[in-house]
């Protein structure tokens, strides 16, 4: 035990106390900082290691030391807010591909196609119940220009709905981008972060950098992080590996065929029915959830689906008016297609014009041509019937289901999906908000805390500064004894 | 609530609830300021399909809301028309019996077959009554004249009747369908046409050849049977108009009601609810700016 010990004792003890100051400045300075982890000094009693014949028996241990620099931090929670997060980000992506079909081709009977059709049910009804030749032709003439409004109706939702794929197809685009250069990002970090380590020094604002790439990443694509020793991580989309180590690969978008025939679409000629898939560095990749995923889904599911649905009805449209108009002799069809295939949404159109369109059984040239039979039957098809049992000679008859009534159906289902596509963004993000409180909690800086330390390291250093004075003092008068 | 708190979890949640309540808010006031709860279709998939539902009925209803006026137009129509029919035919036989007495002179006998000639012509008028453009009494047929003159024909018969028997059929409700007109041919038409009868009863008038006026009366008695038992079928045909109507009526009146039910807005609820909110919304504005004022720092010097 020398004489000067108490004043190495007390210098450790400022230093240490300086460091949990500065310590605390820097937690205090990033207290708003996104994905911020505070840290905290390690620090131990130091005890004086001492053997041998000189050992002395009573000795405080010789200051303190400090052992680390810890960044406060949660694995679980901060994976589990990860995923959270991509998963809400995927729900509220998903979300807004619905609102966006809704907003195209949505329905409330007020607004949208079922007011156009309702408009049309009506011209063939006023057109069935006109007696006469007075105002005729002002009827078969607003049966025609209501049905092209229908027809162009139908045709510019399909049009809208190619044109929503489009976009999804350059959304994906920007967010591979994105992904490709977070991944990047990512591993000239990893780099940085190994090569710190390995000098001993502390790489905790780097890996904070880093978790919120990873976040960031994670909301794009869902992707899962694989922690190595060395202190870099492995970043995979699905199965295929998007960084390894100091490596990163790029993420592409392309269009094929179909699910099955993977011959590649031009971006400029991609229809709906084509698919979207993500390569990273050659490898097909299927994005787990995040805001990637959600748009594969929506062009490659949604926008399918709908367009489909939207098929149908044209289909459906085309055959119950074409059946109840075409009659014996057969004439030419009501609404036909454009291209001579079957009709499909987008190449839907009519088939006559106000002049050679007919009404009534019978030909012109004869007179017996004001029954209205045709233009009766095809209102009937617009509205449907509710089915009759048989009385008396009467054969019963069958309910007609109305083509007002298939709208209806594929605008209800539309409404339910797009409502519950909401309902789950909204839960998806409520769940994520608790998650990363949870995050938060753990690694986020409480100033109150940060007061209470910085008083504390205060008070610490005023004392060992006291200590270093009282030793000095001391040390004053031994050596004044000698003159 | 969850372990540790920090200054940034506090506003971060706090955030989080003023944007909830106000996303509230924002919806309460849409509603109250657009007056429908139903912008669109998602905002409540069960209700909007009960909207679109209704709306189509309403439509269907209104449609045959307008079938019924048309075919009572058809009745009111045809009504009158008959009732003319009938009273000229009523006429005729009195005129009938009058000349099969024998005991009017030459001129007495060319009055009544003047007057019996005039009052064909009117039923000629009423046979041939438009409506729309075309005769009532023609069937299916647009044709403006139902029944007439054969001008080249030198006998009997010397009208044609243009009726082709057909039915007209408007719809009344869903799947159901109802005759509008009456046939010329049951009234007016035949073998050979009430014209034709006409002609000769007016010939053998003048003639004074009294067996064949007295043998007419039976005929003139079909026609007259046939024209009432028409007005019959028309008034039968109002009355089913009249309960149909007051079906549609209540219907649509339903429907509507419903439909008010399910996209309208009750603005006192929605007031009401608003006012709610609006509480909520400030005592989370005041404990928010409480909260996040205060740190240890106040209170150390």
Redesign the interface.
Same mark, same amino acid.
């Given at each position: 035990m020398s004489t000067f010990s108490g004043i190495n004792t007390a210098r450790r003890a400022l230093s240490a106390a300086q460091l949990g100051m500065e310590t605390t400045g820097q937690n205090i300075a990033n207290v708003n900082t996104e994905g911020y982890s505070r840290q905290r000094v390690e620090q131990s009693a130091s005890v004086l290691n001492q053997t041998g014949q000189f050992a002395q028996r009573f000795v405080p241990g010789d200051g303190v030391s400090v052992t680390g620099l810890t960044r406060v931090s949660d694995a679980l929670a901060t994976a589990t807010a990860r995923q959270d997060s991509a998963a809400a980000k995927e729900q509220a992506t998903a979300a807004g591909i619905w609102s966006a079909v809704e907003n195209a081709i949505g329905d409330t009977g007020t607004t949208g196609l079922s007011a156009n059709l309702k408009d049309l049910s009506s011209a063939w009804n006023d057109l069935a119940s006109k007696s006469g030749t007075d105002g005729l032709a002002g009827a078969r003439s607003l049966v025609v220009t209501r049905s092209q409004t229908v027809v162009t109706q139908v045709v510019g939702m399909n049009t809208q709905l190619e044109g929503q794929y489009d976009q999804l197809g350059l959304q994906a685009q920007t967010l591979a981008t994105q992904a490709t250069t977070i991944a990047t990002n990512v591993a000239k970090l990893n780099t940085g972060i190994r090569e710190t380590l390995a000098s001993g020094a502390s790489a905790n604002e780097l890996m904070d950098q880093r978790d919120q790439l990873l976040n960031q990443l994670s909301d794009l694509t869902g992707s899962r992080t694989v922690h190595r020793d060395n202190g870099t991580v492995d970043v995979l989309v699905g199965n295929a590996t998007i960084v390894t180590g100091d490596f990163s690969y790029g993420l592409t978008v392309g269009n094929q065929v179909s699910a099955t025939d993977k011959t590649a679409v031009d971006p400029g000629a991609a229809r709906i029915g084509n698919v979207l898939v993500v390569t990273i560095g050659g490898q097909v990749a299927e994005p787990v959830s995040g805001a990637l995923k959600a748009t594969l889904d929506g062009a490659n599911k949604t926008l399918a689906d709908q367009k489909a649905g939207l098929d149908a009805f044209a289909t459906k449209l085309t055959d119950k008016v074409n059946t109840a108009y075409r009659g014996t002799p057969a004439t030419t069809d009501f609404f036909v297609s454009a291209d001579g295939n079957p009709v499909t949404a987008a190449t839907l159109t009519l088939g006559v014009t106000t002049d050679s369109f007919r009404d009534s059984t019978g030909t012109d040239d004869n007179p017996g041509s004001a029954d209205r039979f045709y233009a009766r039957a095809v209102s009937e098809a617009f509205n449907g019937a509710p089915a009759k049992p048989a009385t008396g000679t009467t054969p019963a008859r069958d309910a007609v289901v109305g083509i007002k009534d298939d709208w209806r159906t594929h605008a209800t289902n539309l409404a339910a999906s797009t409502q519950s596509a909401g309902n789950r963004a909204e839960l998806a993000s409520q769940v994520s908000l608790k998650s990363s409180a949870v995050r938060d909690g753990v690694s986020g800086v409480n100033l109150d805390e940060e007061m209470t330390n910085l008083v504390a390291y205060q008070h610490a250093y005023s004392a060992a500064a006291k200590v270093l004075t009282t030793m000095d003092e001391a040390l004053q008068s031994l050596l004044n004894m000698v003159r | 609530m +969850?372990?540790?708190?920090?200054?940034?979890?506090i506003a971060?949640?706090a955030l989080?609830n003023l944007q909830n309540t106000q996303t509230r808010m924002a919806k309460l006031q849409d509603q109250i300021t657009s007056g429908t709860s139903?912008?669109?279709?998602?905002?409540?998939?069960v209700r909007?399909?009960a909207? +679109?539902?209704?709306?189509?009925q309403i439509?269907?209803n209104?449609?045959n809301g307008?079938?019924l006026d048309?075919a009572r137009a058809?009745m009111t129509t045809q009504e009158p028309a008959l009732q003319s029919t009938t009273n000229a035919l009523q006429k005729i036989r009195e005129l009938a019996v009058r000349a099969g007495n024998g005991a009017l002179n030459e001129t007495g006998r060319d009055a009544i077959a003047k007057e019996i000639l005039a009052l064909k012509e009117t039923i000629l008028g009423d046979a041939n009554t438009?409506?729309?453009?075309?005769a009532v009494f023609a069937?299916?047929?647009?044709?403006t004249t139902a029944f007439a003159p054969d001008a080249s024909a030198t006998a009997a018969p010397r009208y044609s009747s243009?009726d082709?028997g057909?039915s /007209? /059929?408007?719809?009344i409700s869903?799947?159901v369908?109802m005759t509008v007109n009456i046939s010329g041919d049951s009234v007016y038409g035949g073998s050979i046409t009430v014209f034709d009868e006409l002609d000769d009863l007016a010939e053998n008038v003048s003639r004074g050849n009294t067996t064949a006026v007295a043998g007419a009366l039976s005929t003139i008695d079909k026609r007259i049977t046939g024209a009432t038992n028409a007005m019959a079928v028309i008034g039968a045909r109002t009355n089913q108009l009249d309960h149909a109507e007051e079906v549609n009526a209540n219907q649509l009146a339903y429907l509507e009601a419903q439909l008010d039910d399910v996209?309208g807005v009750d603005p006192a609820k929605a007031y009401v609810e608003f006012t709610q909110q609006n509480v909520a919304y400030q005592a989370a504005l005041q404990v928010t700016a409480k909260t996040v004022q205060t740190? /240890?720092?106040d209170f /150390?010097r």
């Open positions: - | +969850l372990g540790r708190v920090t200054q940034r979890s971060t949640n989080a139903l912008p669109k279709g998602s905002t409540d998939s909007a399909a909207a +679109l539902r209704l709306n189509d439509a269907v209104t449609e307008r079938n048309e058809w438009p409506y729309q453009g075309r069937g299916t047929r647009d044709t243009s082709d057909g /007209l /059929l408007r719809t869903p799947g369908t996209q740190s /240890l720092l /150390l």
